[in-house]
């Protein structure tokens, strides 16, 4: 499956080219290669010639991961291998450089980004699609004591911590009950998404460290009424059926007020429940990327409220993408939600404005977000969605759910990289 582990290095790996190549051509300089960052890397390289800028993209790792497939590897259902793609093999190394690193700060006054290394680079446009972090909203202990779904190496001590706790099981003596109780705070789409992995794979963890199925507890805590708060009502039922067919305690109203080294308390109304729990995921929310704000740029909750052609308010050097933007729905009144979907499509219209910079012109395109459905799964061959205004349930949820992940990996190396990593599964 996919690469040699060894290609997939973090960090080190500095691209000398930076320094000595294209010194009178305008610097283009995207951070993040996420979905906004690498989309927008693609569709640039596609629209301009090696001569028309220096692309300079920044990131942390050699690899570009899919955020919106973490819930898998976390649960261990999939290979965190399947969700991450060496970013040389998307990119056209005659138009991109591509600097391996990790962003310290964004020097908007300067025009310049310094990195981990003490390295500065210089830029003409910058592209922020540094992504996001998880809020916390000041609740004690989640920070010290919570695992978050959040990157390629957070999953993995994830997927293993979770292993650890079953293999721990029989060689305990008793009290040992918080070994084997879940908590997963939060049920948005990334929490209940992990749920609906998590409850496959317990059987089959069960199994193989010899663990009675009822001993095993999982509690989602959400503070909302119901889970999937804002979602359609007949969805959410769906889903609360589900889970309660697989023994995961809702507990719904009921705000996860600290997080231990033993586990949890909670509070549902006027009284405060403590859950011994070894494992707490966090999901409960994020917020855009804190280096926006120190930067200097206006942000709420992290995100900056950029402008219709995606730059920054006052910065017409500075493109702003995916979750470290925010974009108003004029209809409601309130921002889109920080999506997979919304980063792509924005990433089209950004790649045309830069063209526009760099070709000297200043009538900048709007962006408009045009929602087409969402699809949650529950496991690989569950969930639920709308898709259009269309309802989709079960089977037909899992199987549209794919259809979108595939068509991401279409839209970014074509068919070569469906074939290498889609999920190929359908039915
Ligand atoms: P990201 O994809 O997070 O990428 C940010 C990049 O920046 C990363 O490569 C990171 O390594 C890099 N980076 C960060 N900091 C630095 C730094 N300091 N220096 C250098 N590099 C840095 N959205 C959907 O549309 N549909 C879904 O079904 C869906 N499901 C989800 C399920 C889960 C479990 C989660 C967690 C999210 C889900 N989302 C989904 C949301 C989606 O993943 C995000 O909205 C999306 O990843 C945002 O893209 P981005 O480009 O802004 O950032």
Known sequence: MGHNMNTFLTKGAKNKKVEVMGLNKPKVVILGAGYGGMMTTVRLQKLIGSNDAEVILVNQHNYHYQSAWLHEPAAGTLHHDQTRILIDDVIDKNKVNLVIDTVTEIKKDEKKVVLENGREIDYDILVIGLGFEPATFGIPGLKEYAFGIVNVNAVREIRQHIE????KYNNVQEPKEDLLTFVVGGAGFSGVEFLGEFVNRVPEL????????????ILSVEGSPTIMPGFDKELVDYATNFFERHNVELHTGTLLKECTPEGIKMAKGDDIIEVKAKTVIWTGGVQGNSLVGEAGFEVNRGRCPVRKDLRAPGHDDVFIVGDCAL??????????????QAAIQESYVLARNIKKLLDGQTDLEEFVYQPKGTVASLG????????GNKKVFGGQAAFWKKVIDNRYLFLLGGMKLVLKKGKLNMF
């Open 380 to 387: 690989e061959k569950d969930g639920i969605g709308i898709i």
């Open 206 to 217: 069960c199994k193989e460290y010899d663990v009675p199925r009822e001993k095993v507890r």
């Open 164 to 167: 650890l706790m079953f293999a």
């Open 327 to 340: 974009i108003m729905n004029e209809e409601t009144g309130r921002p889109y939600p920080p999506t997979a």
